[in-house]
């Protein structure tokens, strides 16, 4: 596939890094050369220095031979312009991320589609669903679906409660066959974990289960779930209201926004939401609109750190669930290892949307999903690729990926060392950056 990227900020550089792994003719266009120079010296494709709305620059990079053009800009006009531009020159298909809502409804979306804009991606919609499911399972840090809910990877960090800690991998797969341990984030480390690894407390670990064991992971680490009802909200963003308009009826939402006149304004957006007038940060206000009596705990300032401590303050003060935005890329790893619920980056949410629309065009692409210095890929094995060759125990895999879990003919199945993996079969693997190419050789 030829895929033109217009925009080469953190989106489009994303993006970017994600492609860069595969077999695709990839080309990123910006008007900054610096960003470009950078790319260039780090990803695997080309780049054309330009406007994303210059007819010259698009033709320069060929967008009349393109099958995706993805217009990812900080600004939604210019996405909007570059597409309709793109299509009128015969790029196959166009995606444009765009920042209002009302752009997303049915009937404009046709009226888009004529104008040449084929797909919009609004990031704080995706943030706001993200949410929404986190608050359906409050001991959950990660939920990822494979095969349409067949097989599942659940994220969740263990405590002194958990009934796994301080034994060997070996041991506890002996006795259970339902899931794998498909990896371990321990402080700023992660674990493609062995035979002899043992799991302790504060880790986050990674499983693959199928549905019907989902209620057991949760037994074996200790963990409870929570009925969310009562939810505080900090920050009076985007996200924040279209939360407030796709969550559940039961949900009491109450938000604290520090902006006198924005506040006002949010009382007629957020319709059955309490509005308070203040400073989300001070403890004092925190605990007279009841923070000790709520569920769950939402930080969507401006501020990543802001959102962070906030998070951590409202752990402090009896909050089982905290969910934080974390804007600031090179802040999620750190985040991540404090006592936060969920980290919300809409950045990545976006890309991670586009990139499934790839996987619509061609499904023999890999669907990644980042959790700090790791990806989770789903790959779908050909026939004759060396993966199928052999058992998996047989196969001398890497010891930077493991093979979390598999789909075929429809059932999620979990892989051990007996399993035979045969063509078409669908498969999760967890592996570390070094091991990217090393999963080329075993599936092509």
Do not use: C, W
């Given at each position: 596939m030829k895929i033109i990227i217009a925009g080469a900020g953190e989106v489009g550089t994303h993006l970017a890094k994600l492609l860069s792994r595969e077999d695709q003719d990839i080309i990123l266009v910006d008007s900054d050369v610096e960003k470009l120079q950078w790319i260039d010296a780090n990803y695997n494709l080309m780049t054309v220095v330009g406007s994303p709305t210059s007819f010259k620059s698009l033709k320069q990079a060929g967008v009349n031979r393109a099958d995706l053009f993805i217009a990812v800009t900080p600004f939604e006009s210019r996405n909007i312009t570059a597409c309709m531009i793109a299509s009128s020159l015969g790029a196959a298909k166009t995606v444009a991320r765009i920042d209002n809502y009302e752009y997303m409804l049915p009937e404009n979306q046709t009226f888009f589609k004529k104008m040449g804009v084929d797909v919009l991606i609004y990031p704080e919609m995706l943030a706001a669903q993200e949410i929404v499911t986190a608050l359906k399972r409050t001991w959950v840090r990660n939920w990822f679906e494979l095969g349409n809910g067949e097989l599942i990877l659940i994220g969740t960090k263990l405590d002194?409660?958990?009934?796994?800690?301080?034994?060997?991998?070996?041991?506890?797969?002996?006795?259970?066959?339902?899931?794998?341990?498909?990896?371990?984030?321990?402080?700023?480390?992660?674990?493609?974990?062995?035979?002899?690894?043992?799991?302790?407390?504060?880790?986050?670990?990674?499983?693959?289960?199928?549905?019907?064991?989902?209620?057991?992971?949760?037994?074996?680490?200790?963990?409870?779930?929570?009925?969310?009802?009562?939810?505080?909200?900090?920050?009076?963003?985007?996200?924040?209201?279209?939360?407030?308009?796709?969550?559940?009826?039961?949900?009491?939402?109450?938000?604290?926004?520090?902006?006198?006149?924005?506040?006002?304004?949010?009382?007629?957006?957020?319709?059955?939401?309490?509005?308070?007038?203040?400073?989300?940060?001070?403890?004092?206000?925190?605990?007279?609109e009841g923070i000790t009596d709520i569920d769950a705990f939402i930080a969507l300032t401006d501020s990543s750190e802001t959102n962070i401590l906030s998070c951590l303050t409202a752990n402090g003060l009896g909050v089982t669930k905290t969910i934080a935005e974390v804007e600031n890329l090179s802040f999620i790893t750190v985040a991540e290892g404090l006592n936060i619920g969920l980290v919300i980056n809409k950045k990545l949410l976006a890309a991670s949307r586009i990139y499934q629309l790839l996987l619509d065009e061609d499904d023999t692409n890999v669907k990644c999903l980042s959790l700090a210095d790791a990806e989770v890929a789903e790959l779908v094995a050909k026939e004759g690729s060396k993966i199928t060759k052999e058992k998996v125990k047989d196969l001398s895999l890497p010891k930077d990926l493991t093979i979390g879990g598999m789909i075929r003919d429809g059932k999620g199945v979990i892989v051990n060392g007996n399993t035979q993996i045969q063509p078409n079969d669908r498969i999760l693997v967890f592996c570390l950056d070094t091991a990217i190419r090393k999963i080329e050789k075993l599936f092509n």
């Open positions: 002194e409660q958990a009934h796994i800690l301080n034994r060997k991998l070996a041991d506890l797969t002996r006795e259970h066959n339902y899931y794998h341990i498909a990896a371990i984030k321990r402080k700023n480390e992660t674990i493609i974990p062995r035979g002899n690894d043992i799991i302790q407390a504060d880790d986050i670990v990674y499983f693959t289960t199928t549905p019907e064991h989902i209620q057991d992971i949760r037994q074996l680490t200790g963990k409870s779930e929570t009925e969310v009802r009562k939810v505080m909200i900090m920050g009076g963003s985007r996200i924040a209201i279209r939360l407030a308009d796709i969550a559940p009826e039961y949900l009491k939402i109450k938000l604290i926004e520090e902006d006198k006149s924005k506040s006002y304004k949010l009382v007629e957006k957020m319709n059955g939401a309490v509005i308070i007038q203040g400073d989300g940060r001070d403890i004092e206000l925190l605990k007279e």
